[in-house]
C-alpha cells in the first residue's frame, strides 16, 4: 500500500527566510506520480507541481524548488525567500499509475507561518 | 470559465438525516474523487470514480454513498450510518491518461458539513 509521510506539523519562519518542506513516501509501483498541494485559509487546494518516477531532474519555478531523489524515496519542496502569502498548509500526495491506485494519497500536511 | 463546483459551501444536519454534497465538474474529466478532511489533518480519499457508472471505495467509505450517472457529476451521500460526519469535504476531478496515470487534480472549493 502506498503512504505519504510529512513529518514536519507545523514550521514558523520569517519572512526572507528559506525553507524546505520534507516529504517521504512509500510505494511498490516503479511507475508513480508525486504531487504537492497548497491549502491557504479558504480551503481549496492549489495545484503546484506533478513528477512522474522516471523524471529525477529537480525544478525551480521562481521561487519554488522540488528536490526529487528516489534513492530516499523523498521529494522535498523549498521555498527561497519566504513572503507572508506564502502561509498555508502543504500537502504531498501520490499515485500510481498502470493497475496502481490512481487517486492521491495524501501525506498530513505541514502548516507553514511566514511572519512579517 | 472550467472548474469544479461544490455545493452547498456550508450545510447543517440533524443526527439520523441523511444528506447529499453536490459536486459538478466541466472539465471534460474522466475520473472524479471525494475526500475527507478532518481539521489539522490530512485528506482522505472516500470514494473515486475512473468513469461514469463505476466508482470504488477509498479508504473511508462506510457510511457514505455515491453515484456516477453523468461525466460532469459525482454526488456523495452522507447517510446516518456515518457515526462522525462532521468535516470539511472535498471534490475533485482529473483526467484519465491509461498507463500515463492520471493527471493532476482539481479540486472544489469544498463543503463544511457540520452535525447539529
Known sequence: AQKVTQAQTEIS???????????????????????????????????????????????????????????????????????????????????EGGTGRRALTFGSGTRLQVQP | DGGITQSPKYLFRKEGQNVTLSCEQNLNHDAMYWYRQDPGQGLRLIYYSQIVNDFQKGDIAEGYSVSREKKESFPLTVTSAQKNPTAFYLCASSRYRGDAGNTEAFFGQGTRLTVV
Open chain 1, 13 to 95: 519562519v520569517v519572512e526572507k527566510e528559506d525553507v524546505t518542506l520534507d516529504c517521504v513516501y512509500e510505494t511498490r509501483d516503479t511507475t508513480y506520480y508525486l504531487f504537492w498541494y497548497k491549502q491557504p485559509p479558504s480551503g481549496e487546494l492549489v495545484f503546484l507541481i506533478r513528477r512522474n518516477s522516471f523524471d529525477e531532474q529537480n525544478e525551480i519555478s521562481g521561487r519554488y524548488s522540488w528536490n526529487f531523489q528516489k534513492s530516499t524515496s523523498s521529494f522535498n519542496f523549498t521555498i527561497t525567500a519566504s513572503q507572508v502569502v506564502d502561509s498555508a498548509v502543504y500537502f504531498c500526495a501520490l499515485s
